[in-house]
């Protein structure tokens, strides 16, 4: 993989500029309240670099999936705008519209409310990305989560602004991504778990092509598990995608479980049952990877160099079947790879098992992390690339 050359809020002088920046605050809100700022903190580098450089500085974002150009207070950034107010230490305004841009001052914040009350958002109309586009000097690209979509506030701004740059954190994404991808220190172990292998097919095919192994879990491993010639039970797989999952497994090497945990139902009271892979019943689910596997698969990650992680091993959100992905996340963070992990369900079993700091880059992305390991150009990222030759 090769990124094209992006100039950083770090080449731009933002001195006396009207700066705009693009970040990713979609973040949970309960009874008007952030239930969790990660993604305000991580945003707040590049916020602080900009006030701290003396621009006038207004950060705009999106918030859920309100139907377009339609105020709905449930999907309003006042709560994080209150919320980055108190992390900055400073009054940070709620702006109702592009134009409102004009009243903050050099050295000053304001927070544009959801981009998705704007028409025209998604379908990046020229219109409003000029509107944006004309609120600002130097346009700062800083949402990895939403890089892989050409909206207004992502790509068509990017086209028509005066400047546009990367933030710090889409900057540090694209690095990490970078090491990862393009050169990786070998042996690189890729993990990849999660429901579906229709939703990982691209992944998993790149991947055969970069890692010297793919540990797969979940039950996306029910459909390579099936492919070897298991009988899986009632669990979840799809069974269009066997041959497809032969033909990978024939290109890299995909380790198949020994033992797996069992539950007759999917619910969050059914007993986990170990079973020998020879040995799951026809009113069986596999829910998870079984403890010897568990502990094979984590030592197999001792010689690796890189670790790419993506995905749980296992219905973790039930305790008793969160096992293997506690054991596999807790040998990342053991181990002495350069390891990269992203994902939702990925970051929320990295938050269960306390293994962050064991980690060396927790990617925020969803589905641009996807794209970005299926080799594909992210469209924000491919104007930028653009604006910076
Ligand atoms: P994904 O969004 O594709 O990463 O899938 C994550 C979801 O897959 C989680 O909610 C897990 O509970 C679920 N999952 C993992 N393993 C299994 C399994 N063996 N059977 C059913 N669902 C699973």
């Given amino acids: 993989m090769q990124l094209p050359f992006i100039r950083s809020v770090r080449d731009v002088d933002l001195r006396k500029q009207r700066v705009l920046i693009r970040a990713d605050l979609n973040v949970p809100i309960k009874e008007g309240v952030v ?15 900009a006030v701290d450089a003396g621009a006038s500085v207004v950060v705009m974002s999106h918030l859920g999936r309100p139907s377009e150009g339609v105020y709905a207070e449930e999907f309003s950034l006042a709560p994080v705008a209150h919320r980055l107010g108190q992390l900055l230490s400073r009054n940070v305004p709620l702006l109702a519209q592009p134009e409102d841009c004009a009243g903050i001052g050099f050295g000053e914040v304001g927070l544009l409310e959801n981009v998705r009350f704007l028409a025209g958002e998604k379908a990046n109309s020229a219109e409003l990305s000029r509107r944006l586009a004309d609120q600002c000097d130097v346009f700062v690209m800083d ?4 890089a892989h979509r050409a909206h207004a506030s992502t790509h068509g701004v990017a086209e028509l602004a005066r400047d546009a740059c990367a933030g710090l954190l889409l900057d540090a994404e694209l690095k990490a991504f970078q090491q990862t991808l393009r050169a990786p220190k070998k042996p690189m172990v890729a993990i990849i778990g999660g429901a579906k292998v229709s939703t990982k097919l691209e992944v998993l095919g790149s991947l055969a092509d970069i890692a010297d192994r793919i540990i797969v879990g979940g039950g996306i491993a029910n459909t390579f598990i099936a492919a070897a010639g298991y009988a899986i039970g009632k669990s979840l797989y799809e069974p269009e995608l066997l041959e497809v999952a032969k033909t990978i497994a024939s290109r890299v ?15 969050e009271a059914t007993p986990a049952i170990v079973k020998a892979i020879g040995d799951v019943a026809a009113d069986e689910m596999i ?3 079984g403890p010897v596997t568990a502990r094979a698969w984590a030592d197999s990650l001792l010689d690796a160099q890189t670790i790419m992680w993506n995905g749980p091993l296992g219905v973790f959100e039930f305790d008793q079947f969160g096992e293997g992905t506690r054991i596999l996340a807790q040998a990342i963070a053991d181990s002495s790879a350069y390891s990269i992990a992203g994902g939702g369900d990925t970051l929320a079993a990295v938050d269960k098992y306390s293994v962050t700091n064991g980690i060396s880059y927790i990617s925020t992305g969803g589905g641009a992390f996807l794209e970005l390991v299926e080799g594909k150009v992210l469209p924000a990222v491919e104007v930028l690339g653009r604006r910076s030759a």
């Fill in 143 to 146: 949402a990895f989560g939403t």
């Fill in 253 to 267: 090497e995909i380790p198949i479980p020994v033992d797996v945990m069992v539950g007759k139902v999917f619910d």
């Fill in 287 to 289: 829910m998870d990877i």
């Fill in 35 to 49: 239930v969790s700022d990660a993604r305000i903190t991580a945003s707040l580098a590049t916020i602080k670099a």
